[in-house]
């Protein structure tokens, strides 16, 4: 079970970037994912969770309106389009299952990626 984030980078207020989430090693469609992020000397926090279908999502009152998360079941992909970024959304974020994962003989959380990290800064 992997989770490789990419897309991240320096942006200036009121930019925009999107990020991506390519998973691997089980079902991807078959569970819900979430988008997370972690700000220096901050505990990390989840901003957005979408559906297996991505016809529901939920996002952190911080980010409402601004970011929209969506997925690709055919390419395993989870996206998060980030508008409107302000200093404050500056962290390294990262996607993963918020569930218990079954693939096989694996059970478990799957491990955190390595994240990319957003940088909002004039």
């Known amino acids: 079970v992997q989770f490789v984030e990419s897309g991240g980078g320096l942006v200036q207020p009121g930019g925009s970037l999107r990020l991506s989430c390519a998973a691997s090693?089980?079902?991807?469609?078959?569970?819900?994912m979430s988008w997370y992020r972690q700000a220096p000397g901050k505990e990390r926090e989840s901003v957005a969770t979408?559906?297996?279908?991505?016809?529901?999502?939920n996002y952190a009152d911080s980010v409402k309106g601004r970011f929209t998360i969506s997925r690709d079941n055919a390419k395993s992909t989870v996206y998060l389009q980030m508008n409107s970024l302000k200093p404050e959304d500056t962290a390294v974020y990262y996607c993963k299952s918020p569930t218990v994962i079954y693939s096989g003989s694996y059970v478990g959380m799957g491990n955190w990626g390595k994240g990319t990290l957003v940088t909002v800064s004039s």
């Open positions: 090693g089980f079902t991807f469609s078959s569970y819900i």
């Open positions: 979408i559906s297996r279908t991505g016809g529901a999502t």
